[in-house]
């Protein structure tokens, strides 16, 4: 790790220990005003303080009463120097008392205005917050770093009719001048900066207390905040945070140490969701839902973006990374155990096999360019903070505990946890710090092993051979996408427990060799030609390259029903979809291992085997027609036997995951253009849109009716239709769903429109990113999205300046998909006189990818022509 003193930080000649913040924001004109008195321990004979400040105008600064003799700002360090006449003395504390004026701005970061219609038609706004990484520094002059915490005691004052809502319950609230009142909330605990939050708006809430028993006998109030006459669609996530919440502080055993725990959706959110400790704010599809009008898709969304959220109540909050390098201390932790949460609250989504399919491919398929990052990556400047909120630190991180969780069992890692928890509340810790714990706790030296998976770039491919009889041979190198392994990018060994499952294993004795070195030979226990798998259950954060004989007595081992293990089937799809791309195998290959499937049953499954077909359509879209329609002709084989047999209707009651194959069956083979399935969807359509049959089409299948019905014929009068569906959606999951199909729409003036549409008023601006994905996944508007975003860059950059996540969503949506070196040459070209420190990762990641999509294609470009003949999908 580099060393810290090359961190863009504070002096610490002063340190704050507790702010007393006053705050009055004006929803006319858009500003705000504040007024604070920050306790200071003086560590060093001083009169210079220096602070975080960002687009804030300093109106006076006094220490101990005494008025600053000069203000320095540095606009480029973010920060504002107060020197006074004379020095406050070491080992002494002081006050520092500041007037200042800042703006709500529309960027969705700091504090900031956001706008919504309420049920009369009228344009309204409130004021929230958004600080994480380092925006507090927009809403008030503080020491903005994770590791300075303080205690706070916020005031708002805000006209009468609004609510007011921070960190911590309402103690004190009485009327002022000018129709307003005064709020003053409870003092928190010690916190960091980036957790503040307040929110003042026209809100109407429900509310739910804890059963309590885990939370020393108190039960903690929460309630769900919306704006008016939508606050009732909380429901689901209000029950889902109450048994969450309960969860946690058992599994912990630390009870949750605030009083309440507000949730409130905002209408302008960058985020799904922000931890603000004790006021969660969530984008509003992420925890609104109606259950007669909302997408079951949405549901477990929402469930999982709340047990992520709350998982950081003590991951993150109670205990907080020292700085932005252990970001993942935080954020991989919390996405584990979100989907711990989820499954023991909803068992019967079989949320980890999930996982497998869906977080534990991002991380893996991020980590295999070389324009990656270690989970544990050097952070100095701000500006990089925001490009490590990624697969890495989120799914990869996730993924590095639940393999190490595998191997501990989960109940040791748990109590290794209560130690780090235990040992470090309301302080800062390091990822060596939780290495400690766990290695008090399990016996072994987890540091040791576990560096290289957190320190190291990428993840191993585990090449398996059989030289003899009950023998393998496992050797590991570096995995990459382009497949152009170095002796320099292969210079580490990682630890790998290897999870060897035969016919002859249970769940209690799957074989626990560990490849600690470069290559070994194992020893099955059993006879010749019987089966065998490694990884079993995909808890190991590698992939597995069999031989060709191997993968195919895998095949046939799917086909028999043999292999019973859901997630073993999903890893042995995505490991040989992956590894053809690499050049490990042939895509070919791939194809027929897909057709060992037409027996498969499993939604979870089946969301692979899309992913995979998907993946190398996407590919080749740009090949002859006949190549592209073979390769959908294969996606109906593949699909049209399961949607025929789901049909169309939705019984009530049934089973979530029943529900998503439905949905997944009938929208993969209507996009690939399967006759009756295309017709179908016309017909459901034209009577919902023309004749308002809500019942023709059930919330999970619209969004699939709308792709199909505009990728197969659909012209003016259906767009005309999706966006007046758009505009008119009682919920923010439909308005979204509609947004999305817009973009598949296939006449260039209609892209266009979809295009223009994308950046138009109506569309909020982190929704951009919904129009993008249809219009990326689309393959006629591909390169007219990339025009697109090069014709409005200025607008782009100006718009997501402040939102720098989505200016790198931006970037990769409109560009990572291409498959030519003129593509790659292109997008370099552009961006060649541009400033892109704040989105470098991002943009190398988008190159790299072109270029790995190059080699692939032309590396089995025949070879994919030739099976599609050979195998009558293509004359």
Known sequence: MTSTTERQTL????????????????????????????????????????????????????????????????????????????????????????????????MMCGFYRSSYTDSTGNKKYLATTQFSATDARRAFPCWDEPAIKATFDITLIVPSGLVALSNMDVICEKSVENNKKEVKFATTPIMSTYLVAFIAGDLAYIEKYTAGECNDKKPVLIRVYANKGSENQGEFALDVA????????????????????????????????MENWGLVTFRTAAILFDSKASDAQYKQQIAYIVGHELA???????????????????EGFATWVGYLAVDEIFPDWDIWTQYVADDFQRGLQLDSLRSSHPIEVTVNDPSEIFQIFDAISYQKGASVIRMLSSYLGVDVLLAGIRRYLNAHSYGNASTDDLWVNLSDESGHDVGEFMAGWTRKIGYPVLNVTEPQQNIIHIKQTRF???????????????????????????????????????????????????????????????????????????????????LTDTSDRVGIIADAGALAMSGYGKTSGVLSLLTEFENEDKYIVWLEINSRVTNIASVWFEQPEAVYQGLLSFQRKLFSKLAHKLGWKYPENEDYLTTMLRTLAIKVTGRAGDPEIVEE???????????????????????????????????????????????????????????????????????????????SPEVRNQDIIYSFISLKSNRKSRKPLWDFIKKNWDLLQGRYAKSLNLLGSVIKHGTDSFASDEAAIDVEKFFADKDTKSFARPLQQSLESIRTNTAWLKRDVKDVEEWLVTNVYMN
């Open 11 to 106: 002096p610490t000649n002063v340190k704050p220990f507790h702010y007393n913040l006053i705050l009055t924001p004006n929803l006319e004109d858009f500003t705000f005003k504040g007024s604070e008195d920050i306790n200071l321990n003086i560590n060093e004979t001083t009169k210079h303080t220096t602070l975080n400040v960002h687009e804030i105008e300093v109106q006076a600064a006094k220490l101990n009463s005494i008025d600053a003799s000069d203000v320095s700002y540095n606009n480029d360090k973010q920060t504002v120097t107060f020197t006074f006449p004379s020095e406050v003395q070491a080992g002494t504390s002081a006050v520092l008392h500041i007037d200042f004026t800042g703006t709500l701005n529309d």
């Open 242 to 273: 109450t048994k969450t919440l309960d969860y946690f502080a058992r599994i912990f055993e630390i009870p949750y140490p605030l009083p309440k725990l507000d949730m409130v959706a905002i209408s302008d959110f960058k985020f799904g969701a």
């Open 312 to 330: 950081h109540q003590w991951f993150g909050n109670l205990v907080t990374m020292e700085w932005w390098d252990h970001l993942w201390l935080k």
């Open 480 to 562: 990459l996408s382009t497949g152009d392994v170095t002796p320099k990018d292969d210079t580490h060994i990682w630890w790998i427990p290897l999870g060897i499952s035969t016919e002859k294993s249970t769940p209690a004795n799957i074989e626990s060799q560990l490849l600690t070195v470069k290559e070994a030979d194992f020893t099955l226990s059993q006879a010749e030609g019987d089966f065998f798998k490694l990884n079993t259950h995909e808890v190991g954060v590698f992939r597995v390259n069999y031989t060709p004989e191997r993968l195919e007595k895998l095949g046939k081992s799917i086909r028999n029903g043999e």
């Open 681 to 759: 969807a016309k017909r459901r359509f034209e009577l919902f849109t023309e004749k308002n049959d809500q019942s023709v089409l059930h919330p999970n299948i619209r969004g699939a009716v709308y792709e199909i019905v505009l990728t197969h014929g659909g012209g003016e009068k259906e767009f005309e239709a999706i966006l007046n569906i758009f505009r008119n959606s009682p919920t923010a999951d439909q308005q979204l769903v509609a947004l999305t199909a817009l973009g598949y729409a296939q006449q260039p003036e209609l892209i266009q429109r979809a295009l223009d549409f994308s950046i």
